[in-house]
């Protein structure tokens, strides 16, 4: 039954979200009792081989899902799957290789902030031409009444990645009637990861983007930042660049509607490197006097310092603690699989 809820929820991406949950009840029962008849017919189960050729029989899930898609005006129920799948395609590249250019010429160029907001506001733009450009050629092929071959929804993306998805998407979980994450908020997502990465990126150029008015007392006050603190930034910019990544990767291969639990748990993980960091720092020294010599100022700085080191050690413990009730809820749920596969 795993290639058949395979199958489901592959259907499932491409079906209206109000309607998602009755149409794949619907389609479970009918395909189940054809699954029986033919089992009964030939006195045995199906081999995995079958069963793959059963469900290719019929139909991509794709184009299964367009049976079930309401009239569309512009572009018909036959082309409106395929036209949905190829504009989310469109959508995400555009975003992610636009970012990734605004990025190199912000950080390049130094613009800083006036930069990043420009870049935000041409962003809306470049994802309104690349949809009206995808969605202009669909409604040719739709008035033109040209066929889409039926090879073109199969054997990619939309046809028969179900089959070879080496962990099963299907998770019984989606059927509840809590609203998945959408498409459109998993590109916001993405667009505001992106967000964060250029504004720490610009930090080290403007520091008043993260300190503000801060940056005035540093500079007048008779404390300095010790050099751990980079280290703890540059941490902090790589988990940053590996969760956006991590995300861009998810809207590309359709991902995002899944609970990603190990994703949860290895960024969990990851999140204890720059408290590690700042909790490593060589004689909890996080903060040190601009003028050794002067110890007039000796008192407070052992207070900034110990209760800074503080602060960080309860944030690593309590990040602690979730990652290891994250990893223990994960082995009990596993658990609970093995026992019930038996």
Known sequence: MELLDRYLQAVRRHLPWLRQDDIIAELRANLEAQLEDKETELGRKLTDAEMEAWLKQLGSPIQVAARYQ???????????????????????????????????????????????????????????INAAVVTLIFAIVERSGAQIPDKFAQGTAMGDDWMRVPAPPYDPRLDGRKKPKTYAQAVIEVIVGWIVLVWLLLVPHYPFLLMGPGVIWLKVSPFQLTPVWWTFY??????????????????????????????????Q?????????VLAAPGRELVVLKNPADLTHAAALAQINLWTWRGFAIIAAITLMQLFWMAGKMSLDAWRRRLAAR
């Open 70 to 128: 309401p009239q569309q005006y512009l572009i018909g129920p036959a082309l409106f799957p395929i036209y949905r799948f190829v504009m989310r395609l469109a959508i995400g590249w555009g975003v992610v290789i636009y970012a990734i250019a605004k990025t190199v010429e912000i950080v390049a160029k130094g613009q800083g902030a006036d930069g990043l907001v420009a870049a935000i506001v041409h962003l809306p733009g470049m994802v309104f």
């Open 234 to 267: 540059w941490c902090v910019v790589v988990l940053n660049g590996a969760e956006l990544a991590w995300r861009v990767i998810d809207l590309l291969q359709e991902r995002w509607q899944g609970p990603h639990h190990t994703q949860q748990l290895v960024k």
């Open 269 to 277: 993980a990851l999140g204890l490197i720059p408290l590690l960091v």
